[in-house]
């Protein structure tokens, strides 16, 4: 981590309690508190909220908000903290479009006969018109294709920067095999 990331983090998060030991100094002493009369005394065991525990301790994963803060998004060390892309599981829309075919009947006319011609006079004048008599059909059939769309869930994963530390990042918690959790 380069010195101004860290001068960044201790101005926007104060001074973590494990920094000056892992940096072999003593930590400062917290102020000292003007207590009035009616107040009531804190114990003197008290923890600074931002303080870090111990790296030997495993620690609840805090609730990060910004991923930009010079802090690890697992654990919240600020110690060797670097960008790396981490695959997240997400659900993957597949579409899939499927043929098949139903089979529809129609009929196909055989040849017809003339029955003969008759005239008829209209506002136009006069025209005429063929009578046909039909003699025969056949029966065929037909594949009219279906066309059906299949949406299928699949899993996969997605890439995403996060800050992680050097401890973090040799754990490699976030690499999951979907064969691994299946029964």
Known sequence: MTAHRIIVAIVLFGLPASLPAALG?????????VS???AVQAPDTVQAPDALPAPDKP??????ADSNDGRCDTCG???CVHKVCVPKPKE????KVCWSYKCEEFCI??????????CQKDQCGWWSFD???PTCAEIR???VPVKTEVVRKVPGFEWLPEERCAACRGRGEDATCAADSAP
């Open 131 to 133: 009578f046909w008599r």
């Open 25 to 33: 100094q003593k930590a400062p002493e917290p102020p000292a508190e």
């Open 77 to 79: 060390s600020c110690v």
């Open 36 to 38: 009035a009369p009616d």
């Open 59 to 64: 620690a609840a994963k805090p609730k990060m």
């Open 141 to 143: 059939t037909k594949k």
């Open 109 to 118: 006319p055989g040849p017809s006969e003339s029955c003969g011609t008759k």
């Open 92 to 95: 993957r829309e597949i579409r």
